[in-house]
């Protein structure tokens, strides 16, 4: 029945293959919809794994957490180096790591911070930063690490000079040009918006903006004869201590302390007023706002499968007036009934199974395609790499039903007659 099936498929090949092109698109979007939207949540809640609580000055949970954390929206505002500081020797922390934001360096955002956020922050499920290229100074002095993507796209290596630059366009002043950098480490890929960050220490940030030199003569960039001494530079002491920062990553001792100690942060009496997020419960507020849209990029690529499906069926009871004849050849030949409703059948589970493998790789091609657009727009990992399970279940459903709209023309084709199929129309 199966070869029966295929030559009589081939007779017809031009009309079968629009029909399992364009279902195969429907199958598509309705799999990239569906990878997107579950690698953007895996990423943003892989971002942010390991922290407790976020602590920033008082404003918005959401706008604190996407720009610090995910790096969108609008600046938020500065809290108080001495309220760092007693967030830090508060019992109940056991870690605490300063972040300040503001500068960038050709269109890539500059975090300071300390060594201690290489030894923290996790991304992921819980995995340490790692790093592909480092040496022993990482962020001593004016050291700075590099994301994979920063490193990969700027094509930068151990020992490069840069200079940062005031705000996030990606050409704009040049107040820091005789102020470079040293690349001390470059990350290993996260899928996180540390690919796409570069890594300096607090104090070294401080120091630039305060308009210190340190031993390097006031010229451009290139004209320095030995600039890696700059990884060198002590920079502890009160002089460069700062005074602002944006916020403060935290993890406690006691995860069954998190609410009272973000109370404490959020307490009126304090002398600078603070704002605590716990991260997981704002991005499930984030989830809730978006889970609307989310429903209806659902329900619209469900749809287009089910309009898709429509269209096979209709071009398979359409096919039957002109294939009349050659279902009465199969009946004088002493095919039963039944057979030529099988032969639909199997050619309706032929169209879908074909046309859900073409899908699947229309999907991991414009997934990769929109992972590389969007991935770099919102800085996260959204590439696929293999079929999810709720995937498989999905193209196990296209297919079933598929075969249940073709026993639609097999119903007409088994209720035909062989005198009806013999009859001239002319």
Request: charged letters at 20%.
């Amino acid at each position: 029945m199966l070869g029966l099936t295929l030559r009589s498929m081939l007779s017809r090949k031009l009309s079968l293959a629009l029909t399992i092109v364009t279902l195969a698109l429907s199958v598509s979007l309705f799999l990239t919809i569906e990878r997107l939207r579950i690698s953007a949540r895996d990423s943003f809640d892989g971002t942010v794994s390991g922290v407790d609580v976020l602590v920033g000055a008082r404003g918005s949970d959401l706008s604190l957490l996407l720009y610090t954390v995910f790096q969108i929206g609008d600046a938020s505002p500065s809290m108080r180096w001495d309220s760092f500081l007693d967030v830090e020797k508060d019992e109940r922390v056991e870690w605490a790591v300063p972040i300040s934001l503001g500068d960038s360096h050709r269109g890539y955002r500059v975090i300071a911070t300390t060594s201690d956020y290489f030894d923290h922050v996790r991304v992921g499920r819980g995995r340490l930063l790692a790093f592909r290229e480092k040496n022993e100074a990482l962020l001593n002095g004016f050291g700075v690490v590099l994301g994979s993507e920063v490193a990969r796209n700027l094509k930068y290596s151990l020992g490069a000079p840069l200079a940062v630059q005031h705000g996030l366009a990606s050409a704009g002043d040049d107040s820091h040009k005789t102020q470079p950098f040293i690349v001390t480490g470059i990350l290993r890929p996260t899928g996180t918006p540390v690919d796409y960050s570069l890594l300096v220490h607090i104090r070294a940030f401080e120091a630039i903006h305060e308009g210190w030199n340190g031993s390097v003569p006031g010229t451009a960039i290139e004209r320095h004869a030995d600039v890696t001494d700059r990884t060198t530079i002590d920079l502890s002491g009160p002089t460069f201590e700062p005074s602002l920062l944006t916020a403060v990553y935290v993890g406690l001792k006691s995860k069954r302390r998190i609410f009272q100690f973000v109370e404490d942060i959020e307490d009126r009496d304090r002398a600078e007023p603070l704002t605590g997020v716990l991260p997981g419960i704002t991005l499930s507020q984030l989830w809730l706002l978006v889970s609307s849209a989310e429903q209806a990029l659902l329900i619209f690529s469900v749809l287009i499968v089910i309009v898709a499906l429509a269209g096979q069926m209709t071009l398979l009871v359409a096919t039957l007036d002109l294939r009349r004849r050659e279902i009465a050849i199969y009946r004088a030949m002493g095919a039963q009934p039944r057979t030529i409703a099988g032969l639909l059948v199997v050619e309706a589970a032929f169209i879908s199974a074909a046309a859900a493998a073409c899908g699947v790789i229309l999907t991991l091609g414009g997934t990769w395609l929109a992972g590389q657009v969007l991935g770099a727009f919102l800085k996260l990992d959204l590439n696929a790499i293999m079929l999810l399970p709720s995937q498989i279940q999905a193209l196990v459903a296209f297919v079933s039903v598929s075969v249940v709209t073709g026993l639609v023309p097999a119903l007409l084709a088994y209720r035909s007659s062989l005198q009806d199929g013999m009859r001239s129309r002319y």
